[in-house]
């Protein structure tokens, strides 16, 4: 497969109270097109974090070292000028909660008509100019963008039809009604919808879902996750998709990398991760699934809790929870290595 990103040696550190905290510790990994990639893990895992170097989002307090490649130029290096180019119509982001991060006082279309403006402009700006030529339009964009979202404006015909298009794509029923709502007026899976709507009218080449189904329920979810799954191919887009549920990921990813305190324990595709789990931490979470009928069914927890990213452990992050560890588990601190073909593990029971 083409591959459309590829993160070397990816090290985030945040700076607080005059403590340096690594969130993400040297993580590799690659998304091909057309490819829908979990990452997943527990809370403070640094999974968020991943995805918010991809797009540039990081905050202030951050430092990011590494590669993120991305058709032949390292988003590390890009200025936040440089960025605009690539964060919504090359690189898009869904967030956890969509209420949140759609604007109140605007109505549903008027958001998504606003998006789509964007990448036209952003597209003309491509065919015509150089970067920087690029840059010096983005003010006069933005005076045309306070235009277009004038509360109470009418979409254009063009717009409209655009918009009515992507809301029937997310299957929601009755677009043109849905157009004139709040987002207070909306459900939350319909919240979402709108949410994955705006971000695909971009067009991206990667879509990064962070936890897009925490807040809804579990029918829901899957028919969140299978609507992200089926639109994959209808858009020609790549998905990463953050979770810290296993189970969700089985679903509709076609490779899983399970991230441990902020390094990667585990990349395989997804039929092999569930057949032939190789890493501890991996194995732990697929016990946490239940098993069997409702009067049957158990799971069993991981011992112990996630280290403190401030005093992590010597040697395996993963050793004090884990029953295979031994002495070398507790000194040295394991690589990624190939086992198979298309499975990687960090664990010194798979080292030569």
Not at 124 to 148: C, F, G, N, P, W
Request: glycine share 4%; proline share 5%.
């Amino acid at each position: 497969m083409e591959k459309l990103l590829a993160i070397s040696d990816l090290t985030v550190q945040y700076v607080t109270n005059n403590e340096t905290i690594t969130a993400v510790d040297s993580v590799n990994l690659e998304i091909d097109r057309n490819q829908l990639l979990a990452v997943i893990g527990e809370s403070g895992c640094g999974k968020s974090t991943l995805g918010l170097s991809i797009i540039g989002l990081l905050p202030p307090n951050s430092k990011a070292s590494g590669e993120i490649e991305y058709k032949g130029k390292n988003l590390l290096t890009l200025k936040q000028k440089q960025m605009r180019n690539y964060r919504g119509t090359e690189v898009a982001m869904i967030f956890q909660e969509p209420l949140t991060s759609l604007n109140p006082v605007y109505r549903v279309g008027d958001q998504i008509a606003s998006a789509i403006q964007l990448r036209r402009l952003r597209d003309d700006r491509r065919d015509k100019t150089e970067d920087e030529v690029m840059q010096k339009a983005y003010k006069r964009d933005a005076v045309t963008l306070s235009r277009i979202q004038k509360p109470g404006r009418k979409i254009p015909r063009e717009d409209k039809i655009e918009t009515v298009k992507w809301l029937d794509l997310v299957r929601i029923a009755d677009p043109e009604q849905v157009m004139e709502r709040y987002p207070f007026e909306l459900s939350g899976g319909m919240a979402q919808r709108v949410m994955i709507a705006i971000a695909l009218s971009q067009e991206p080449a990667l879509l990064i879902a962070d936890e897009p189904t925490t807040a809804l329920d579990v029918t829901t979810q899957a028919q969140v996750l299978k609507l992200m799954r089926d639109l994959m191919k209808q858009v020609n887009t790549s998905i990463l998709l953050i979770s810290h549920d296993l189970a969700v990921a089985s679903q509709v990813a076609d490779r899983i990398v399970v991230m441990y305190a902020g390094e990667i324990a585990e990349d395989a595709e997804v039929h092999d991760l569930f057949s032939e789990p190789m890493h501890p931490y991996t194995k732990g979470l697929l016990a946490c699934i239940p098993h069997g009928t409702k009067d049957d069914s158990r799971f069993d927890a991981i011992p112990g809790s996630i280290p403190d990213m401030r005093r992590l452990p010597k040697g395996c992050r993963f050793n004090p929870r884990c029953p295979y560890a031994f002495d070398h588990c507790r000194s040295t601190i394991p690589k990624l290595i190939r086992a198979k073909e298309n499975h990687q593990v960090s664990c010194f029971l798979y080292a030569k």
